[in-house]
C-alpha cells in the first residue's frame, strides 16, 4: 500500500512540474559520496550547490534518483539543486532520470563542476560544450546523448608534482581554500544570475577576473 501511494505522490509532482515546464530549473552540482571527499578538491560543485541551498533555505537531502535533491522556489520559478551520490564517473545516470522525471529541457540544466585548468579562485560559464576531460561531465554526455546544457567551472588549479587523480581527490592548502571558497561565493552569485537572467548574462558578467569588474 506504501508503494501505490507513493506512486500516487510521484504522479501528482509530475504533473504538477509539467503545468509549465519553462519554469523548472536544475542546477547539478559534482563530486563523490562520503565523508573521505568532503572539502575535497573535486567536490566543489557539492560545495556550491550547498552554499546555494543554504542561501534559499533549500535542504538538499532528500533521496531520489540516487541523488540528494532539494528544490524552492526563486524569482518565480521552481529550482532543483541536485548533488549525485553516485562516484563522479557515474553520475550520468542520476542527471538524466532527473530530466526524464520532471521532463526538463536541456536549455534548463546547468551542471557545476571543478576544472584544473582553471587556477583556483576563478569561475567559468559556458553554454554548452565538450567534456574536457572531466569524468563526470563525460559520463552525463553519454547518458543524455548531448552536451548542450550550460556548465559552470571552479578553478582548483593543478599541480606538477602530484598526479592528477590524487591532486583532486585531495584537499586545497589554506592559500588555495581561501580563493576556492571565495570562488564558490561567486558561483552562487553566478547561478542567481543564471535563474533570473539566463546563461548569455550570466557568462558576460562573471567570466571575468573579480578585479576586472
Known amino acids: 500500500m506504501a508503494g501505490f501511494f ?23 552540482g559534482l563530486g ?8 575535497t578538491r573535486h567536490n566543489v560543485g557539492f560545495n556550491v ?40 564517473n557515474l553520475s550520468g545516470q542520476v542527471v538524466a532520470t532527473a530530466v526524464g ?4 529541457s536541456i536549455d534548463n540544466i546547468i551542471v557545476v563542476t571543478d576544472d584544473m585548468a582553471l587556477e583556483p579562485g576563478r ?18 554526455n553519454n547518458k543524455l546523448g548531448c552536451q548542450d546544457y550550460a556548465r559552470l567551472r571552479v578553478g582548483i588549479g593543478r599541480s606538477e608534482y602530484i598526479i592528477a587523480r590524487d591532486y583532486v581527490l585531495s584537499k ?23 535563474v533570473n537572467e539566463g546563461i548569455a548574462p550570466a557568462m558576460n558578467k562573471y567570466n571575468v577576473r573579480k578585479n576586472e569588474n
Not at 510521484?10 to 536544475?26: I, N, T, Y
Not at 522525471?101 to 526538463?104: A, P, Q, V
Not at 553554454?127 to 561531465?137: P, T
Open 172 to 194: 586545497p592548502t589554506a592559500d588555495e581554500k581561501e580563493l576556492i571558497d571565495e570562488a564558490v561565493r561567486r558561483s552562487t552569485e553566478a547561478l542567481v544570475c543564471w
Open 123 to 140: 569561475i567559468r560559464l559556458r553554454a554548452k560544450g565538450s567534456a574536457g576531460g572531466h569524468n563526470g561531465l563525460s559520463d552525463i
Open 49 to 88: 550547490v550547498d552554499a546555494f541551498g543554504r542561501q534559499y533555505g533549500i535542504e538538499v537531502k532528500k533521496k531520489k534518483f540516487g541523488g540528494l535533491v532539494g528544490d524552492g522556489m526563486i524569482g518565480g520559478k521552481k529550482v532543483l539543486l541536485v548533488k549525485p551520490q553516485k562516484y563522479m
Open 6 to 28: 507513493k506512486k500516487l505522490k510521484a504522479k501528482a509532482e509530475r504533473k504538477e512540474l509539467a503545468k509549465d515546464a519553462s519554469d523548472v530549473l536544475m542546477i547539478v
Open 101 to 104: 522525471f520532471y521532463r526538463l
Open 32 to 39: 563523490n559520496p562520503g565523508k573521505e571527499y568532503e572539502r
